[in-house]
């Protein structure tokens, strides 16, 4: 059964940062490119980062230089490091595969307050 679980998530003030984790389960994860997403109210869910199996590396403009995202497959987890945050970070923030997405998680709330 595929679980993805995340984590991290917080209230914070602009300019601040946060590191999300998430744990994933019941796939080969070493073998999927990965990917955070958010969604934020009345807006639909948009990538934020993706990280291949390879360790290539894309992120949506708006968080380019800010944030990071990484992975320890010997954890089947994956990472974002977000710095600098925006009151338009503010979302729920999921992983999941990129591409072929398995079932969600529950994903974590970012409030970033100005």
């Known amino acids: 059964q595929v679980q993805l679980v995340e984590s991290g998530g917080g209230l914070v003030q602009a300019g601040g940062s946060l590191r999300l984790s998430c744990a994933a389960s019941g796939f080969i994860f070493a073998i999927n490119a990965m990917a955070w997403y958010r969604q934020a109210p009345g807006k639909q869910r948009e990538v934020v980062a993706v990280?291949?199996?390879?360790?290539?590396?894309n992120y949506v403009d708006s968080v380019k230089g800010r944030f990071t995202i990484s992975r320890d497959n010997a954890k089947n987890t994956v990472y974002l490091e977000m710095h600098s945050l925006k009151p338009e970070d503010t979302a729920v923030y999921y992983c999941?595969?990129?591409?072929?997405?398995?079932?969600w998680g529950q994903g974590t709330q970012v409030t970033v307050s100005s």
């Open positions: 990280i291949t199996r390879e360790g290539n590396i």
């Open positions: 999941n595969t990129f591409g072929s997405v398995r079932p």
